[in-house]
């Protein structure tokens, strides 16, 4: 390589990692903000929203979301939805997952297809839909409206029949020969070998129900019902009295965020090993 090749490799290399410095930054700054408001106080939350330095530094605000709003009692909420949302994504969309893409049945095509095309449907046209069914079965503005229309979703299906399409259907037929039924195969056999799918799955199902806030507006008005997203959207409304109350606000937020950052960074290598493997099968 010349000594003119070489020079323009290192400056191709630097404006790249230069580029990336900046998205990156663009991407983190706003958490940074967030982060930063959280211990400032009122004034200067007010005065400096953008200075990531609080001046001075305060833990006023999050003492002031235990001691003034029902922030405990949105946690619990989310904690207690999230854990049974997420169980129930994690069975039931490998159930259906494995029925798709190992069972023949009739219609099984065109199951598949309505399961795509229910993918491309925007989830807000189906709120007034999910209110009048939730309505009707007389379960609107209780724990069960807040879990049982997302204890399955088609996304999650569609990642389990991917993922199951990839075993080899020579494992089935020799647990098959040895006796075993249709569940105990799905069950003992395919299941464990899909540990990065469902780890996957766990954590999109988390997340998503962590964060899930249109369907809380049509499940729910009980305020000892709402959940965090609810909550910290009731507080952003100005539900404790005048004055822009970043601090309070944003730690609501940030408190929120913990959760779902904790669950991502501790199972992040299952999560992109799970989607190299998805990759490589197919």
Known sequence: MSRAAGARAVLRAVFSYLLLGFFSLVFVYPFVIQTANSFKTEPDAAAHPLSPIPD????????????????????????????????????????????????????????SAGLVAVMAVPGVVLLIPKFLVLNGLGIYDTYAALVLPVLADAAGVFIMRQFFRTVPPSIEEA???????????????????????????????????????????????????????????????????????????????????????????????YFVRGATEGASKE
């Open 175 to 269: 647990a098959r020969i040895d006796g075993a039924g249709t569940f105990r195969i799905f069950w003992s056999v395919v299941l464990p070998m899909a540990r990065p799918a469902l780890i996957t799955l766990t954590i999109l199902s988390f997340q998503s129900s962590w964060n899930e806030f249109p369907h809380t507006l049509v499940a729910v008005q009980n305020p000892q019902l709402y959940t965090l997203p609810r909550g910290v959207a009731n507080l952003v409304t100005g539900a404790l009295g005048a004055g822009t109350q970043y601090p309070l606000k944003l730690g609501a937020a940030l408190l929120a965020t913990i959760p779902v950052a904790v669950i991502f960074f501790a199972l992040q290598r």
């Open 56 to 111: 001075p530094f305060t833990t006023e605000a999050f003492a002031k979301i235990f001691d003034s709003t029902e922030f405990p009692l949105w946690l619990a909420n989310s904690v207690l939805v999230t854990l049974l949302v997420t169980a129930g994504r994690v069975f039931l969309d490998s159930l259906a997952g494995y029925a798709l893409a190992r069972l023949s049945f009739r219609g099984r095509g065109a199951i």
